[in-house]
């Protein structure tokens, strides 16, 4: 069963007096479960077509159905609490907020939820131990590793029980042995938990934990090659 | 959670929120004062009574009325009691030690001001003895004056030295009477003109006429009028409330630029709030960025930037107020002469509230709407 179901979208930007098409008729599904990496140079719309994904932007035209939800109809304030509820997020730089504790930040998402504080605390004791940080919850983001901080934005990422996870980047900030253990983790997501993660990433080796390879240049997706996966390694 | 987020961001650059801070509760402790100093201003004003008309030489206050109108006025309809006073101007012992002096005559002074509230005992020794004189408590307290003491004014209007006898210190009724007023024997004063400067006996300042019932002001004041009209002493009778505000009209440009000047302080601080509110959110865009990204609204994170504005805003203010207190006291004893009645009222304080809210509120719209309309991809700074 496809999770993500997208049909022929199209994404520009206006720089100036000039329209830039970043997404050029993007047709592409994902199975529940499925664990996919785009790849691509700069620049080539891969961010731009994880964030249609995670409906943190709208596509000019086509259509992006997540979860048999149509996001690409949603109002700004229908995405916002979609996203609450259907999406987890792991960025680069950990985007964890510098002044609550590891808990805190883990908690974050389910202050939009109706769930006692009894409850929130047994989600992010959960969460806590899926990524095995609970000695250190009270830690705030500048007393963490590297590692550690992106370990707590993933499980504030998962804490909500999302239907898909979409990171950025997010071994671009570690050092290698950090990088693996969040790959090990994101691969668990998928296998153990069922969730469906969408990567984008430089990082062939990174790359090469997904089931799926994707590969996007100049705004047009396609599977990718081995060759494209050595340009990637290159450039 | 939201509130511990909200103060912790508050205080996170703890510098830049101390020194904010300082500067909301400098600019909120100068309103207040400035206020009071406005209030005080009034004080002569708001603490007239409705029942209460003073009539005066039209010509001027200067100059003065015969005392034989006492009793034309007393025959007045609607007239209770009719008193009278002259403005004396001594100094005691230095022209710095300025207090207000009058000649009354007491009975009937005592029996129109309640307000000022005198022993039985005090009254009755003041009342008998020509040249006793009262002192209020702040008065009696400044110049260390006991009752039975001897007291000297140095004539100013009236030259020489005049010996009193203190028989009694008063206090106010209420926190709005002046208690550093001195009265004595308008016949004291008269005796001795008459054997000094015949000239000049026999008058008084002003009449002071409490009446029957305060909706009597106009008729009562038009009839007393009309009484002395196109004698050589022509009065004008007016309610004390209009006598007082005569003299702080005088004043009026001073007061207006003592408004502007309050205004401004609120206008300054106002623009150093928004100054830092704006920095702090621009810092924190990307912040603000992840929340959205997380599903929390435009509406949540401006009412989290409203709230760190007003938290900023309402402990400087609070500081501010509660420093009012001891600098409005500190105040009050270097130029009590001046103001006899100087304390914080709860208009000021409430105007300080106002205002420490305003520049929460006001220095948090930009930020705000900054806030609402990021984009998040914008805000996370990551696109393509």
Redesign the interface.
């Given at each position: 069963m496809n999770v993500i179901e997208i049909t022929d979208i199209v994404k520009s930007?206006r720089r100036g007096s000039q329209r830039i098409r970043?997404l050029e008729h993007i047709s592409l599904t994902i199975a529940n479960g499925e664990f996919l990496s785009l790849m691509g140079p700069?620049?080539?719309?891969?961010?731009?077509l994880l964030?249609l994904i995670?409906g943190?932007?709208q596509a000019d035209s086509g259509s992006i159905r997540i979860g048999g939800t149509e996001i690409s109809t949603l109002s700004e304030?229908g995405l916002?609490?979609?996203?609450?509820?259907r999406v987890g997020?792991i960025?680069?730089f950990y985007?964890l907020?510098?002044?609550?504790t590891a808990y805190?930040n883990i908690?974050?998402?389910l202050?939009?939820t109706s769930l006692s504080k009894k409850a929130r605390h047994a989600h992010v004791i959960t969460a806590l131990s899926l990524v095995s940080l609970q000695d250190r919850m009270d830690h705030y983001p500048r007393q963490l590793s590297g590692g550690q901080q992106q370990r707590v934005a993933i499980a504030r990422a998962v804490v909500t029980d999302p239907t898909i996870l979409v990171a950025?980047e997010p071994t671009g900030d570690l050092d290698r042995q950090s990088a693996e253990d969040v790959l090990e983790l994101m691969d668990q997501l998928c296998t153990q938990l069922g969730k469906t993660s969408v990567m984008v990433t430089h990082d062939p080796r990174a790359a090469s934990r997904a089931h799926t390879l994707k590969y996007l240049e100049k705004g047009v997706l396609s599977d990718a090659p081995q060759a494209a996966v050595s340009e990637c390694l290159q450039t | 959670m939201r509130l511990k987020l909200l103060f912790r961001n508050v205080f996170r650059h703890k510098l830049r929120a101390f020194l904010t801070i300082v500067g909301i509760c400098v600019a909120i402790l100068a309103f207040g004062m400035l206020r009071t100093v406005i209030s005080a201003w009034y004080a002569g004003v708001n603490a007239s009574s409705s029942s209460r008309l003073i009539t005066r030489n039209a010509t001027s206050l200067i100059f003065p009325l015969p005392i034989s109108y006492l009793e034309k006025i007393r025959g007045v309809n609607g007239v209770r009691e009719v008193s009278y006073s002259n403005w004396f101007g001594g100094i005691y012992i230095d022209a710095k030690n300025f207090f207000v002096n009058f000649a009354v005559e007491p009975r009937s002074y005592f029996d129109l001001y309640p307000e000022f509230v005198l022993p039985e005992a005090q009254a009755t020794a003041f009342f008998r003895d020509r040249k006793a004189c009262v002192a209020g408590q702040k008065l009696a307290k400044r110049f260390g004056w006991s009752v039975g003491d001897t007291i000297t004014l140095k004539g100013t209007i009236y030259p020489g030295n005049w010996d009193f006898v203190l028989q009694g210190i008063y206090h106010g009724k209420n926190a709005a009477t002046d208690e550093n007023q001195f009265f004595f024997h308008w016949s004291y004063l008269n005796e001795s003109l008459k054997k000094n400067d015949p000239r000049r006996a026999d008058q008084v300042g002003v009449y002071i006429i409490d009446l029957k019932h305060p909706d009597m002001a106009a008729n009562v004041s038009e009839a007393v009028d009309a009484l002395f009209r196109n004698s050589y002493a022509e009065t004008l009778t007016e309610t004390e409330k209009a006598f007082q505000m005569s003299f702080v009209s005088m004043t009026e440009a001073i007061l207006t630029v003592i408004q502007i000047v309050s205004c401004v302080i609120i206008a300054i601080i106002m623009a150093v709030v928004a100054n830092t509110m704006a920095m702090s959110v621009r810092e924190r865009m990307g912040e603000f960025a992840v929340f959205k990204t997380l599903g929390f609204g435009g509406g949540y994170l401006s009412m989290l930037i409203l709230g760190e504005s007003m938290a900023l805003s309402g402990i400087g203010g609070i500081l501010g107020i509660a420093l009012t207190f001891p600098a409005a006291r500190a105040f009050a004893e270097a130029v009590g002469q001046f103001f006899p009645i100087f304390h914080v009222s709860l208009d000021t304080i409430f105007m300080d509230i106002g205002a420490a809210m305003a520049v929460g509120a006001v220095a948090a719209m930009i930020p705000m709407w900054r806030v609402i309309h990021i984009r998040i991809a914008d805000g996370l700074g990551r696109t393509g």
């Open positions: 930007y970043v700069s620049g080539s719309g891969k961010s731009t964030n995670a943190l932007d304030t916002a609490a979609w996203r609450a509820g997020f960025f680069q985007n907020i510098p002044v609550l805190e908690e974050l998402p202050m939009l950025d | -």
